[in-house]
């Protein structure tokens, strides 16, 4: 199949670019180097530098013979994205390319208006890209768990079907982020299944949860292939940090009473569940919705998780409950269905201790490149 990533150089875009390659698929690479741009606005540089897409697609090719196109240029900017689909007529499309930290969204009003502006206008262009030039394809797009936020009720897979006064109708489940960068996924949700309505377009919305893991099978061999990896507060996500800041001596900062219940999932398994996606395609006129997360864990459980592994390293690795910079439940009902990509062959892998402990090797390596400075900033909102 021809995939398009967009999106591409990002922490899930390069390892994607790597794994459908290696299953055969042939692959263009599209990215602006936004987030490695407003990581250096934000004095927010990942744990270690990665070499630029263009020089990763020349190291892929010559360790696994795969070629892989790479396009830069910004998908706000209709000419380019004409440009990028005329000349590699995609047959499905990974849409990775947004603005993806929910404190960056909320830091300043710049921050914000960044976020609304490129995530819903890279959204529409890529909707009427594939329209115009490739309407028999399947956009994959990479939504949250975080739009559905925390309702006290069961979380479905994407639809609730409501029962109103002796009538039923089939809706998309309600949803409410607590981030705009959140907000600005629910909007994406609402356009895509605009025009899935409208112009019979293909989609997978895929509800992800929380990533862990710096690396994947096709780059465990070669550090250099690996992707970035953020520790600071705005860009990097909770697990990720944690084990940061246990190999900088760095109590782990939990917020509030760290009740806060969300499902995580392996990079690892973030690459099957696109692969699975593309491969097992929705029907054309049919916004899918899966849940992708593979277990549930509150943050105090991911700080203990990381204390107990850690010590068994000599780590000291002590917990801190910090008054929470976030308007968001502290503790709360959470159960949200994850059965669909399980249905269509997801094998999960689980956070355990040997995963921890290969985390924990790999940052102790670049140790020396932490900086304290950046883990907590206090963004409030
Ligand atoms: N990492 C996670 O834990 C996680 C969890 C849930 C959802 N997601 C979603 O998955 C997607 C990928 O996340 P990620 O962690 O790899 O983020 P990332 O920031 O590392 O990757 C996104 C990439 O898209 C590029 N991009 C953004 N706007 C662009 C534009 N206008 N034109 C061209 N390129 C553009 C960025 O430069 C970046 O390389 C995002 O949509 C994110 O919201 C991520």
Known sequence: MRVLILGADGYLGWPTVMHLTSKGHTVAAVDNY?????????????LFEVPNLHQRAARWRAVSGCQVPVFIGDLMDWNFVQEVFQHFKPEAVVHYAEQPAAPYS???RRAATLTLQNNLLVTAN?????????????IVKIGTMGEYGT??????????????????????YPRQASSLYHTTKIMDTDLLWFYVRTWNLRVTDLMQGPVYGLQTYESEQYDDLRPFFNYDELFGTVLNRFVVQAVADYPLTIYGQGG????????????????LSLEKPAQKGEL????????????????????????QFGLKVTLQNLKNPRKEAETHYYNPVHTGLLELGLEPH????????GMIEIVSTHKDNINPEIIFKGVRW
């Open 34 to 46: 936004l987030r490695r741009r407003i990581c250096r606005e934000e004095n927010a540089e990942p």
């Open 106 to 108: 909320m830091l300043n």
């Open 126 to 138: 890529i909707i009427f890209a594939v329209h115009e030039f490739c309407p028999e394809a399947q």
């Open 151 to 172: 309702p006290n009720i069961d979380i479905e897979e994407g639809w609730i079907t409501v029962d109103h006064h002796g009538r039923q109708h089939r809706f998309l």
């Open 260 to 275: 806060q219940t969300r499902g995580y999932l392996d990079i690892n398994d973030t690459m099957n569940c696109v692969r």
């Open 288 to 311: 899918r919705i899966f849940n992708q997360f593979t277990e549930l864990f509150s943050v105090r459980e991911l700080a203990e998780k990381v204390q107990k592994v850690g010590r």
């Open 350 to 357: 689980f956070l355990t201790d040997e995963m921890l402990a």
